[in-house]
């Protein structure tokens, strides 16, 4: 869940090295990332910074953990 209007903290990037900031919505248990800059994305990454502003929750209110879905 979002704590706010929209979802903050979340990044894609087209060449998996330059990423830029991007648009988040939960669709149903999904979160769907998008930019206007980015045709094709290859990564994303959320909460990516040394003090990130993330608003994103699950059911027990925990905040979510900063991942990227490039690297293992």
Known sequence: MAKGDTLTGFE???DG???V???A???GDTVVVT???VASPVAVRFGWANVPV???FNKNDLPATPF???RE
């Open 35 to 37: 930019s206007d800059t």
């Open 17 to 19: 090295t330059t990423f």
């Open 25 to 27: 919505v939960i669709a």
């Open 54 to 56: 993330t608003n994103l």
């Open 21 to 23: 900031p991007a648009n």
């Open 68 to 70: 990227r879905t490039d």
């Open 12 to 14: 894609i990037s087209g």
